[in-house]
């Protein structure tokens, strides 16, 4: 069975500063990883996505992750933090195995970044 | 309208009422998903279709009846709900082969 954990429920760091939040899974084979992030009263938004090939994934505003197979890591990062980034960020894993074509993601239980200035 | 977009964005129902969430997804998808967010609780996958087929049901309660009549709409009926039933409810849509989800802005219901 497929898993994701984000250990930290809550990230605090100054404005400026590189943040890292942090993302480890476990799938049978080959994974598929995203990002996503939620503002307040709003739906989840696709912040990035791994699939193959180089470890270090560019997404939308500035974020980047780094796949880490050896310790099958996933961590969100960004150089430097704006206030903007307050938000909910998860992590989701998706299993490569399923039938008719679907493939199952599984969600992390999310950790709330928050910005100070 | 672009995107995947959810009516009514809030909804006070009792526990008697029947009611329905609306999702459509204006970006030529072919899976559709519901999800319920509740406040401390990890997301939780309701129902998914994959070529408007229901292809994942995950223990929801019957009083939840999931309803996708083309690749584009999908549908949550709802019916004698309880209030531990009030939640964020979010729907996606995705390309089966890409996998990442693109979701709508949700609906707060409360259950009175």
């Known amino acids: 069975a497929q898993s994701v954990a984000q250990p930290e429920d809550q990230v605090n760091v100054a404005e400026g500063n590189p943040l890292t939040v942090k993302c480890t899974y476990s799938v049978s084979g080959n994974p598929y990883l995203f990002w996503y992030v939620q503002y307040p009263n709003r739906g989840l938004q696709f912040l990035l996505k791994?699939?193959?090939?180089?470890?270090l994934v560019k997404g939308s505003y500035g974020f980047e992750a780094e796949f880490n197979k050896s310790q099958t890591s996933f961590h969100l990062k960004k150089p430097s933090a704006l206030v903007s980034d307050s938000a909910l960020y998860f992590c989701?894993?998706?299993?490569?195995?399923?039938?008719?074509?679907?493939?199952?993601?599984?969600f992390g239980t999310g950790t709330k970044l928050q910005v100070i200035p | 309208e672009t995107g995947v977009t959810q009516t009514p964005r809030h909804l006070v129902m009792g526990m008697t009422n029947k009611k329905s969430l609306k999702c459509e997804q204006h970006l030529g998808h072919n899976a559709m998903y519901w999800y319920k967010q509740s406040a401390k609780k990890p997301l939780e996958l309701m129902f998914v279709?994959?070529?408007?087929?229901?292809?994942e049901n995950n223990s929801v309660p019957s009083r939840f009846s999931p309803e996708c009549p083309n690749s584009s709409h999908l549908f949550l009926h709802l019916h004698t709900l309880q209030p531990e039933d009030s939640a964020l409810y979010l729907c996606?849509?995705?390309?089966?082969?890409?996998?990442?989800?693109?979701f709508g802005p949700g609906t707060r219901l409360t259950v009175t």
């Open positions: 279709y994959s070529l408007e087929e229901r292809v």
């Open positions: 996606a849509s995705s390309q089966v082969t890409s996998g990442e989800q693109y």
């Open positions: 989701a894993v998706r299993d490569p195995g399923g039938s008719g074509g679907y493939q199952k993601v599984t």
């Open positions: 791994y699939i193959t090939g180089d470890n």
